[in-house]
């Protein structure tokens, strides 16, 4: 059952919308699993030659995006790779290095579009091909309430077996989607979906408000005829760099009533002195 890849982060009671975002060079400027070779590579888990070939996946990925043909192959290296991995050694060494690899290629634009989401009482799911153990802490990061990723086989050792066992990719996003709409009352009219790529069509299709971010050419297309929004998110920035915000109404209203009673004392305390001695 699908429903049982898709985890909350965080326990809140849930609107009856969403904002579906795919992940990688939707709401981050890379791929999500690539861009953690080298601290897999730090912590013993590939060697020099495995980071060379993630980097340069990387770079075809920035490059041009992935097709289907190319997500395949993609998906049979790394599902090869991880085998034999410790899955506690992975999310520790995720953990470790989450902040400063991740929280530097967030989009600006992506993060407001979450705040903007929830200030409108829609639940944020991400839903990503990419690895649950990588996907669900940067889910945590970014105030998601929910995350589909892909799942991994793990052996009674505590090790990848290199098998797959829930892939969240394609048609399979639509249906994480539609099954969690079943079981959380979304109303997928009134729903919206994120994604770059062509490959997710099934999943902009299934909801009322999709959405193209750096789209590939093939999806860019596919927007430009059915009249879909078209957006560009061009500028990564640190998550703590966006703290900075205003302080919540309930401080702003106990400031002023603060003030007010300090200005009118002074005001008694001056209107005291003014009045002369009996």
Same mark, same amino acid.
């Given at each position: 059952m699908?429903?049982?890849?898709?985890?909350? @982060?965080?326990?809140?009671?849930?609107?009856?919308?969403?904002?579906f975002?795919?992940?990688?060079?939707?709401?981050?400027?890379?791929?999500?699993?690539?861009?953690?070779?080298?601290?897999?590579? %730090?912590?013993?888990l590939?060697?020099? +030659?495995?980071?060379?070939?993630?980097?340069?996946? %990387?770079f075809?990925?920035?490059?041009?995006?992935?097709?289907?043909?190319?997500?395949?192959?993609?998906?049979?290296?790394?599902?090869?790779?991880?085998?034999?991995?410790? /899955? %506690? %050694? /992975?999310? $520790?060494? @995720?953990? $470790?290095?989450l902040?400063?690899?991740?929280?530097?290629?967030?989009?600006? $634009?992506?993060?407001?579009?979450? $705040?903007?989401?929830?200030t409108?009482? +829609?639940? @944020?799911?991400?839903v990503?091909t990419s690895?649950?153990?990588? /996907?669900e802490?940067?889910?945590?990061?970014?105030?998601?309430?929910?995350?589909?990723?892909t799942?991994?086989? @793990?052996?009674?050792?505590g090790?990848?077996?290199?098998?797959v066992?829930?892939?969240?990719?394609?048609?399979?996003?639509?249906?994480?989607?539609?099954?969690?709409?079943?079981s959380?009352?979304?109303?997928?009219?009134?729903?919206?979906?994120?994604?770059?790529?062509?490959?997710?069509?099934?999943?902009?299709?299934?909801?009322?408000?999709?959405?193209?971010?750096?789209?590939?050419?093939?999806?860019r297309?596919?927007?430009?005829?059915?009249?879909?929004? /078209?957006?560009?998110f061009?500028?990564?920035?640190?998550?703590?760099?966006?703290?900075?915000?205003?302080?919540?109404?309930?401080?702003?209203?106990a400031?002023?009533?603060?003030?007010a009673a300090?200005?009118?004392?002074?005001?008694?305390y001056?209107? +005291? +002195?003014?009045?002369?001695?009996?």
């Open positions: 699908v429903g049982a890849y898709a985890r909350a @982060v965080e326990n809140h009671s849930l609107p009856r919308t969403a904002a975002f795919d992940l990688d060079k939707t709401v981050i400027a890379k791929s999500s699993t690539l861009t953690f070779s080298k601290s897999f590579y %730090q912590g013993g590939i060697n020099r +030659r495995a980071v060379l070939r993630t980097a340069y996946a %990387q075809l990925f920035l490059a041009g995006g992935a097709d289907h043909d190319q997500m395949e192959r993609m998906r049979e290296y790394l599902s090869t790779l991880c085998r034999g991995w410790n /899955v %506690q %050694q /992975v999310k $520790e060494i @995720v953990a $470790e290095t902040h400063d690899l991740i929280d530097p290629i967030i989009y600006d $634009e992506a993060a407001s579009l979450i $705040e903007e989401h929830h409108a009482g +829609r639940d @944020v799911v991400i990503s690895g649950a153990e990588v /996907v802490p940067i889910g945590e990061m970014l105030g998601a309430d929910r995350v589909v990723a799942r991994m086989v @793990v052996g009674g050792d090790c990848f077996t290199g098998e066992e829930y892939y969240a990719y394609g048609p399979t996003k639509a249906e994480a989607i539609k099954e969690l709409a079943g959380e009352g979304y109303d997928l009219a009134r729903c919206y979906a994120y994604s770059d790529s062509a490959t997710d069509l099934p999943m902009l299709e299934s909801v009322g408000h999709p959405h193209a971010v750096n789209p590939d050419r093939a999806l297309r596919e927007a430009v005829a059915r009249g879909w929004p /078209v957006l560009d061009h500028r990564p920035v640190r998550l703590k760099q966006r703290l900075a915000a205003p302080p919540r109404p309930a401080l702003v209203a400031a002023a009533i603060g003030a300090a200005t009118a004392g002074l005001v008694w001056a209107s +005291r +002195r003014r009045t002369p001695a009996v």
